[in-house]
């Protein structure tokens, strides 16, 4: 997800886990049979829904998320034999208790719920939208907890399973799900019905519908269809975001070296939406404002956040659908992957357009905050819908994202990318931790990748390396001491133990190229080739961390600056 106002504060993050809202790990979904039955006028919908289930154990009971939803008919289906379901809501919790006389054995069974919903006016759940005619439409937002104002579901991202959607739609309105339609049939009455191919396995939150007037223009990517949608009337405006779709997904493909998995994509340009984008397996919904654009008179800077956010939201194809996290703790994993690698694309298609430079400086502005007394650690608990929210944050996802860049700089772009095909490769389709990515990287790279990123996602802050450069001989020593930055002078003075382990690309002016050496201490000294006038501690700028020098080597390197430093540098 792409959120439309990166604020860059922090409020205190309280947590109390007394609140805890989490689902009983008593039974596991495999497949959601859902049809969808939207009724714009009234602002409603019907959903049936047929969930099949493994129960884990022997129970009277299975709990499932559900908010604003009024059941009818619920009733379990298990060893051949139907039994009525008592419904009864846990409202504070989000959930609904559905209960059984006779208890279910471990083993198969099957849920079968009818329900109506709320097509709110909140852009979160299955919700009502308009467009600026004042035709109305359907769409979704789930993540993070929304999934359950749509569906009773195990919503939650590691109760992955299949789905089979179906949408009742208004005649001649367009319906759009994950996959591809495989029959569009007439009735009943009036309206059509759509149905959807059977996906892959999939968190609740990345399953999404839409239903409204679009029309659409298509290319294609490696034989994927892709198609982008709009409001009647403006789909020339998709013009060049097709042409950034396709090469973003054929960049991605080679990237993870795994073909893009879902038949088909589709972005859409919603009038009203609450985020800026949000990466739904194979349907890619946005503001309309950052997706569609006059291809000769928009602006470029438009056109630059239309391509990052739309090569953000691709990445996520992979990085967060095929492979999810395992809770939403780790959900900075998803978010500052995709921050990180949106500029990927990018570089090769509009090199003019210097997205290499724009994280550079994202990266001063992540900085800042990070220097404030208040900020937070990367990894941090989260139990509740609201607290989950507020984990969508500046550090989530330019703090994680300037942190894999670190580590790219510092494995090399080679064994970055080897470490992350072998974690897509080893959790396709399932569900992952950031320990297991940093385990996979140290062990693909055979660097201590697991003992450098606990320091940096577990501790909050960032420090500065402070240089100490002499040269002696044919060589230069460089003392390297590292310790947490404040802009609050008392603090920054006061005594701190924090200690990061920090990849730290060495040059210095006698070198032709950088050297990257892992600070692991509070000082340490290393050896360069070479008697150099000064040593530059951040070399290619792809560092998360402050770097401080003696007065006179500020001056030798600054006589230097324009014709040994690369421009994002300086
Ligand atoms: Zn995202």
Not at 82 to 94: C, G, L, N, Y
Not at 301 to 312: D, E, N, P
Request: with cysteine.
């Amino acid at each position: 997800m792409k959120r439309m106002l990166f604020v860059l504060t922090f409020v205190a993050f309280t947590l109390s886990l007394a609140s805890a809202q989490r689902l009983p790990d008593v039974a596991r979904p495999e497949n959601y049979k859902l049809t969808f039955t939207p009724d714009l006028e009234k602002a409603t919908f019907e959903g049936d829904e047929t969930i099949t289930i493994q129960v884990l154990k022997p129970t009277s009971e299975i709990i499932l998320n559900a908010v604003d939803i009024d059941f009818h008919d619920v009733s379990v289906t298990a060893g051949g034999a139907t039994q009525k379901a008592k419904v009864t809501p846990e409202k504070e919790k989000e959930m609904v208790v559905l209960a059984v006389e006779k208890p279910l054995s471990a083993g198969p069974a099957t849920l079968h719920i009818t329900y109506t919903g709320i097509l709110n006016s909140e852009m979160r759940g299955l919700y009502l939208g308009k467009d600026d005619q004042g035709r109305k439409y359907a769409a979704t937002q789930f993540e993070a907890t929304d999934a359950r104002r749509a569906y009773p579901s195990f919503d939650e991202p590691d109760y992955k399973a299949t789905f089979d959607i179906s949408a009742v739609a208004d005649k001649g309105m367009v319906a759009l799900s994950n996959y591809k339609a495989v029959s569009d049939t007439p009735g009943p009455g009036e309206k059509h019905t759509v149905k959807f191919a059977t996906t892959a396995k999939m968190s609740s939150y990345l399953a999404a519908l839409v239903v409204g007037n679009f029309e659409y223009i298509e290319g294609s990517a490696d034989g994927i269809p892709i198609r982008i949608y709009s409001t009647p009337g403006k789909k020339e405006m998709g013009r060049f975001v097709l042409g950034a779709a396709e090469q973003i997904v054929s960049y991605y493909d080679k990237y993870f070296g795994i073909k893009y998995p879902y038949g088909k994509l589709d972005l859409i340009g919603l009038p009203d939406f609450s985020a800026g984008a949000m990466e739904n397996t194979g349907l890619i919904t946005f503001r309309e404002v950052i997706l569609l654009i006059d291809q000769q008179h928009g602006s470029p800077g438009l056109k630059k956040t239309i391509a990052s956010v739309t090569s953000h939201e691709i990445a996520h194809m992979w990085f967060g659908d095929l492979v999810t996290m395992k809770w939403w703790d780790d959900v900075w994993l998803n978010e500052g992957f995709a921050t990180w690698a949106a500029s990927k694309p990018l570089l090769g298609w509009k090199p003019e357009w210097n997205f290499d430079l724009d994280d550079v400086s994202q990266n001063s502005g992540t900085l800042n905050t990070d220097s404030l007394a208040n900020t937070r650690p990367i990894h941090q608990a989260a139990e509740t819908p609201g607290q989950i929210m507020e984990l969508f944050d500046g550090i989530a996802y330019g703090k994680a994202a300037a942190v894999l860049n670190m580590l790219e700089a510092y494995l090399g772009p080679e064994t970055f990318r080897a470490g992350v095909r072998e974690y897509v490769r080893q959790h396709f389709y399932g569900n992952a931790t950031a320990d297991d990515f940093w385990t996979t990287l140290a062990r693909v790279s055979k660097r201590p990748v697991d003992q450098i990123m606990p320091t940096w996602v577990k501790q909050e802050g960032v420090p500065i390396v402070n240089v100490k450069a002499q040269c002696s001989g044919n060589s230069t020593k460089v003392t390297l001491s590292q310790r947490r930055y404040y802009y609050d002078r008392a603090k920054f003075e006061a005594a701190n133990d924090q200690l990061w382990q920090i990849p730290v690309c060495l040059k210095g002016s006698a070198m032709s190229s950088g050297k990257c050496e892992l600070l692991t201490k509070k000082e340490e000294t290393f050896t360069l080739p070479g008697c150099s006038a000064w040593v530059l501690a951040n070399a290619g700028a792809g560092g998360y961390y402050r770097a401080g020098y003696d007065p006179d080597a500020v001056r030798a390197l600054a006589k230097d600056a324009e014709a040994k430093l690369s421009p994002a540098n300086t």
